[in-house]
């Protein structure tokens, strides 16, 4: 069974975010450190929540690995220095969500 971990940082008027930190150094450990257990990932900026409405997150990451196994172990053994990086490009606490892919 195909698991996401999913990293959400919701906005708020204090919130920073720095994209292209993220894109060019985060992500790039991401794939260094969790490569070998990932099967897909993927990084959606928040540009809106509806019509003429600000986004109610600044980015969702999603994460598949191929079970849960792979993923407690990329969150175990693999995740200190991705999770180190992350108060260099926000100072969002991000709200996680494993799940269960239904369809991709």
Do not use: W
Request: charged share 20%; net charge negative; no cysteine.
């Amino acid at each position: 069974m195909t698991v996401s971990l999913q990293i959400i940082y919701p906005a708020s008027a204090d919130a920073t975010f720095d994209y292209d930190y993220y894109e060019e150094t985060h992500l790039p450990l991401v794939e260094e450190h969790l490569g070998e257990l990932m099967e897909t990932v993927e990084a959606s900026r928040g540009i809106a929540s509806g019509p003429d409405m600000p986004p109610a997150y600044l980015l969702i990451a999603t994460i598949t690995f191929p079970d849960m196994e792979t993923l407690d172990r990329a969150m175990g053994e693999k995740s200190g220095p991705v999770i180190d990086d992350v108060a260099n490009f926000t100072n969002v606490q991000p709200q996680i969500l494993v799940g269960q892919v239904l369809m991709s």
